[in-house]
């Protein structure tokens, strides 16, 4: 999510990638693995050398895994220290049992320049094709890959790589690229339609025959609309107008480092940057008692307490109490932090979390990794509705189900605003890094959600619905995982992540035309993204 979680070490002791790659390499093979043989070595070998398979044959297929190492070194999805062996044996032996006449030449790649390399080699392979894996999020392997010209499909390890696959996807689609398959699925079935599609090639059709057949299978595949009536959810908003001069009455704190200055207005909400320092200085200084009071409630509201200890709730809550201090001496209701390069760096002494959590339950504004756009659209429209929340989330698409889950460690549980009902909610520690205390929410079902991001470059509102169906406990990625149910096209929502960031917003109730007539009060546009 932020590149500061790549300067986060693990200290455990994680299978080294780069003795791994080499090793392979002395093995003339380059960094191939073999798909027959385990990840690790083998236990009568004397060395760290892979089995690497001789046979040939008459259609042969690189896997490419793309990801930081095979035991995850660093904070990102889906957890530092995640162990990817596993999962590549799992994909191997579905490959192989799959298609057994296919040869398939299991690879890993960081990056770029890896990528490159296997380009390179696979010259003297007769590759006839390529399948990408997206195990981390931001490794750079398939773009390069697909300036091969040769087939390729693309797949998302969901909660794993999400965030650059859905980026990706939408960059290949905005290109119009005529060799790039994808898939975005839990369910092994859509995978083996897809790698299944290699026959149109081995049968003497086009790439572009290919690609067409990935998406039929795709699409096949994909469950058709469900019922998307939705309980009843009553609310009143602003108009337009005094929505707008709300805004510019209102006010936005941005920490990124230690620079203090004034920015220029967002959707004609006033700006400022303020540093780590001044609010580290609130945190040191914050009432302990208080601090231990609200950590009390914390720990006595929520369902369950896992794998935090209550001096971290203690230092959560005046983190809290030193946002709320900044905030009333700056005069603003909107704070968003780089809450991850300011902890890491040692410049904040805890996270904001549970803080940010507070404040959204009390129709304030506190807005994850600096995130001027999103915290500017949460404005706009908690404005609108009169202190109902926004939700920053990190969306994956998952087809199987027909879902997008929005999945972030920081969720309100009062998502009808301060006087509405309370939904439950746990703390736990931050996911990615396993350090902290973060919120999940276990959000409310059966309502229709509105999810917006902003561009005022463009003056654009992006916009989509989607019924709330559930919420996902997988333990990988963030720790709040609210599934929807897109009303419209599917399809259509893979082409926006690329121009508009990772990033969006989501509001319980149906907020459409509202969405509409403030657009048309701002002179904006709104683009439906499904």
Same mark, same amino acid.
């Given at each position: 999510?932020?590149?500061?979680?790549?300067? &986060?070490?693990?200290?455990?002791?994680?299978?080294?990638?780069?003795?791994? +790659?080499?090793?392979? =390499?002395?093995?003339? =093979?380059?960094?191939?693995?073999?798909?027959?043989?385990?990840?690790? /070595?083998?236990?009568?070998?004397?060395?760290?050398?892979?089995?690497?398979?001789?046979?040939?044959?008459?259609?042969?297929? *690189?896997?490419?895994?793309?990801?930081?190492?095979?035991?995850?070194?660093?904070?990102?999805?889906?957890?530092?220290?995640?162990?990817?062996?596993?999962?590549?044996?799992?994909?191997?032996?579905?490959?192989?049992?799959?298609?057994?006449?296919?040869?398939?030449?299991?690879?890993?790649?960081?990056?770029?320049?890896?990528?490159?390399?296997?380009?390179?080699?696979?010259?003297?392979?007769?590759?006839?094709?390529?399948? #990408?894996?997206?195990?981390?999020?931001?490794?750079?392997?398939?773009?390069?890959?697909?300036?091969?010209?040769?087939?390729?499909?693309?797949?998302?390890?969901?909660?794993?790589?999400?965030?650059? &696959?859905?980026?990706?996807?939408?960059?290949?689609?905005?290109?119009?690229?005529?060799?790039?398959?994808?898939?975005?699925?839990?369910?092994?079935?859509?995978?083996?339609?897809?790698? /299944?599609? &290699?026959?149109?090639?081995?049968?003497?059709?086009?790439?572009?025959?290919? #690609?067409?057949?990935?998406?039929?299978?795709?699409? /096949?595949?994909?469950?058709?609309?469900?019922?998307?009536?939705?309980?009843?959810?009553?609310? /009143?908003?602003?108009?337009?107008?005094?929505?707008?001069?709300?805004? *510019?009455?209102?006010?936005?704190?941005?920490?990124?480092?230690?620079?203090?200055?004034?920015? %220029?207005?967002?959707?004609?909400?006033?700006?400022?940057?303020?540093?780590?320092?001044?609010?580290?200085? =609130?945190?040191?200084?914050?009432?302990?008692?208080?601090?231990?009071?609200?950590?009390?409630?914390?720990?006595?509201?929520?369902?369950?307490?896992?794998?935090?200890?209550?001096?971290?709730?203690?230092?959560?809550?005046?983190?809290?109490?030193?946002?709320?201090? #900044?905030?009333?001496?700056?005069?603003?209701?909107?704070?968003?932090?780089?809450?991850?390069?300011?902890? !890491?760096?040692?410049?904040?002494?805890? !996270?904001?979390?549970?803080?940010?959590?507070?404040?959204?339950?009390?129709?304030?504004?506190?807005?994850?990794?600096?995130?001027? *756009?999103?915290?500017?659209?949460?404005?706009?429209?908690?404005?609108?509705?009169?202190?109902?929340?926004?939700?920053?989330?990190?969306?994956?698409?998952?087809?199987?189900?027909?879902?997008?889950?929005?999945?972030?460690?920081?969720?309100?549980?009062?998502?009808?605003?301060?006087?509405?009902?309370?939904?439950?909610?746990?703390?736990?520690?931050?996911?990615?890094?396993?350090?902290?205390?973060?919120?999940?929410?276990? +959000?409310? #079902?059966?309502?229709?959600?509105?999810?917006?991001?902003?561009?005022?470059?463009?003056?654009?509102?992006?916009?989509?619905?989607?019924?709330?169906?559930?919420?996902?406990?997988? %333990?990988?990625?963030?720790?709040?995982? +609210?599934?929807?149910?897109?009303?419209?096209?599917?399809?259509?929502?893979?082409?926006?992540?690329?121009?508009?960031?990772?990033? *969006?917003?989501?509001?319980?109730?149906?907020?459409?035309?509202?969405?509409?007539?403030?657009? %048309?009060?701002?002179?904006?546009?709104?683009?439906?993204?499904?």
């Amino acid at each position: 999510m932020n590149s500061n979680r790549d300067n &986060f070490k693990a200290k455990s002791n994680s299978t080294s990638r780069r003795k791994f +790659l080499s090793t392979c =390499a002395a093995c003339g =093979a380059c960094i191939a693995i073999s798909p027959f043989a385990s990840i690790a /070595k083998e236990p009568n070998r004397a060395d760290n050398s892979l089995i690497i398979p001789t046979a040939k044959s008459k259609f042969r297929i *690189r896997v490419i895994y793309s990801l930081h190492d095979v035991v995850q070194p660093t904070a990102d999805w889906p957890n530092i220290a995640y162990n990817f062996g596993p999962v590549m044996e799992n994909y191997n032996s579905i490959l192989t049992k799959n298609f057994p006449r296919f040869e398939f030449l299991p690879t890993l790649a960081a990056g770029q320049p890896e990528a490159e390399k296997i380009l390179l080699q696979d010259k003297e392979e007769n590759i006839s094709g390529y399948i #990408v894996f997206q195990l981390n999020c931001w490794n750079r392997v398939v773009q390069t890959i697909a300036k091969s010209g040769k087939p390729v499909i693309y797949v998302d390890f969901k909660y794993g790589g999400s965030g650059g &696959f859905l980026s990706y996807t939408a960059n290949f689609l905005k290109e119009q690229s005529k060799n790039v398959g994808f898939v975005s699925s839990s369910r092994v079935e859509d995978l083996i339609s897809a790698v /299944k599609c &290699f026959e149109v090639i081995e049968r003497g059709g086009s790439v572009n025959d290919f #690609v067409t057949a990935t998406a039929l299978a795709r699409i /096949k595949s994909t469950p058709a609309p469900g019922n998307l009536s939705c309980r009843e959810d009553r609310f /009143k908003t602003l108009s337009p107008d005094e929505t707008i001069r709300r805004m *510019r009455e209102s006010k936005i704190l941005a920490l990124r480092d230690q620079v203090s200055m004034c920015a %220029d207005p967002i959707m004609g909400i006033p700006l400022d940057y303020i540093s780590f320092a001044e609010l580290n200085y =609130a945190w040191e200084t914050a009432d302990k008692h208080e601090a231990t009071v609200i950590a009390e409630r914390w720990q006595k509201s929520a369902n369950r307490v896992i794998g935090v200890q209550f001096n971290i709730l203690q230092d959560s809550a005046a983190m809290y109490l030193a946002m709320k201090s #900044v905030l009333k001496n700056h005069k603003a209701n909107a704070i968003t932090i780089n809450c991850l390069g300011g902890f !890491y760096s040692n410049q904040i002494q805890a !996270y904001p979390c549970l803080g940010f959590h507070e404040l959204n339950n009390e129709g304030l504004v506190g807005a994850c990794e600096c995130d001027i *756009r999103s915290t500017a659209t949460m404005v706009a429209f908690t404005t609108m509705t009169q202190g109902r929340p926004g939700y920053i989330s990190d969306p994956v698409i998952d087809t199987s189900k027909r879902q997008i889950i929005y999945a972030h460690c920081v969720a309100s549980n009062k998502v009808f605003g301060p006087d509405g009902p309370e939904n439950p909610f746990e703390i736990m520690t931050h996911s990615e890094d396993r350090q902290g205390a973060s919120v999940r929410s276990i +959000l409310p #079902v059966d309502y229709m959600t509105t999810t917006l991001q902003i561009n005022q470059n463009r003056k654009e509102i992006l916009f989509h619905q989607a019924k709330a169906v559930g919420n996902d406990p997988d %333990d990988r990625a963030c720790r709040t995982k +609210l599934c929807g149910e897109p009303k419209g096209d599917i399809e259509k929502l893979f082409r926006y992540w690329g121009d508009w960031g990772w990033h *969006r917003v989501t509001f319980y109730g149906d907020l459409k035309e509202q969405v509409y007539a403030f657009a %048309d009060a701002m002179n904006w546009k709104v683009v439906e993204e499904a």
